[in-house]
């Protein structure tokens, strides 16, 4: 069982950035892709988007073009999301999880990390 | 963009029942579907990948149909431990998306 561990919660300012981290045991983010997906309180599920570890690929949702950077470090197994600008409304919690083959699309997301609420407020 | 509708967006159940949750897409993701189950304060985990298939370790009483654009999720037996929200995900084209969940709740 791919265990996944995510840093802390965070208070920021807004206009601010925030930068969480990801780390899964094994090497397994060095043959599977990984998402980003967050959860605002009481809302539902929301993808921000992913990487393909090997290739160093990334993809977004619209919304956050611009506005986020993915990477993701071999060693460790380690993945990070970069989010800038923010505003109250990214106040959520948000998960790393892994998927199950190589790239985003196909693969579900098998493992998941345990979120890590971000809170943007001045 | 594929939008998911999701219905019911909620449903209240009693033990033993059988429940079906659909999700339509806006464009055909193939088999390309994922169902989670979400507990309060957890987070999602997996249970069907490629529209009917169980991932390993979930209780044989969920099951899941569909191809193109109509898929279900079937709880055969509901049990205490299964009152919580669904939510289906498409990977079939960018950008993933999910629906906007059903909440299973104890009659």
């Known amino acids: 069982q791919v265990q996944v561990v995510q840093s802390g919660a965070e208070v920021k300012k807004p206009g601010s950035s925030v930068k969480v981290s990801c780390k899964a045991s094994?090497?397994?983010?060095?043959?599977?892709?990984v998402s980003w997906v967050r959860q605002a309180p009481g809302q539902g599920l929301e993808w921000v988007g992913g990487i393909i570890p090997m290739l160093g690929t990334t993809y977004s949702a619209q919304q956050f073009h611009g506005r986020v950077t993915i990477t993701a470090d071999k060693l460790p197994s380690t993945a990070y999301m970069e989010l800038r600008g923010l505003t109250s409304e990214d106040t959520a919690v948000y998960y790393c999880?892994?998927?199950?083959?190589?790239?985003?699309?196909?693969?579900?997301?098998?493992?998941w990390g345990q979120g890590t609420l971000i809170i943007v407020s001045s | 963009d594929i939008q998911l509708t999701q219905s019911p967006s909620f449903l209240s159940a009693s033990v033993g029942d059988r429940v079906t949750i659909t999700c339509r897409a806006s464009?055909?993701?193939?088999?390309?579907l994922a169902w989670y189950q979400q507990r309060p304060g957890r987070a999602p985990k997996l249970l069907i990948y490629?529209?009917?298939t169980l991932q390993s370790g979930v209780p044989s009483r969920f099951s899941g149909g569909g191809s193109g654009t109509e898929f279900t999720l079937t709880i055969s037996s509901l049990q205490p431990e299964d009152f919580a929200t669904y939510y289906c995900?498409?990977?079939?084209?960018?950008?993933?998306?999910f629906g906007g969940g059903t909440k299973v709740e104890i009659k």
């Open positions: 999880a892994r998927h199950g083959g190589y790239r985003p699309l196909s693969y579900p997301l098998d493992s």
């Open positions: 464009q055909d993701t193939s088999t390309y």
């Open positions: 490629a529209a009917s």
């Open positions: 995900q498409q990977v079939n084209s960018y950008p993933l998306t």
């Open positions: 094994g090497d397994t983010f060095n043959s599977n892709a």
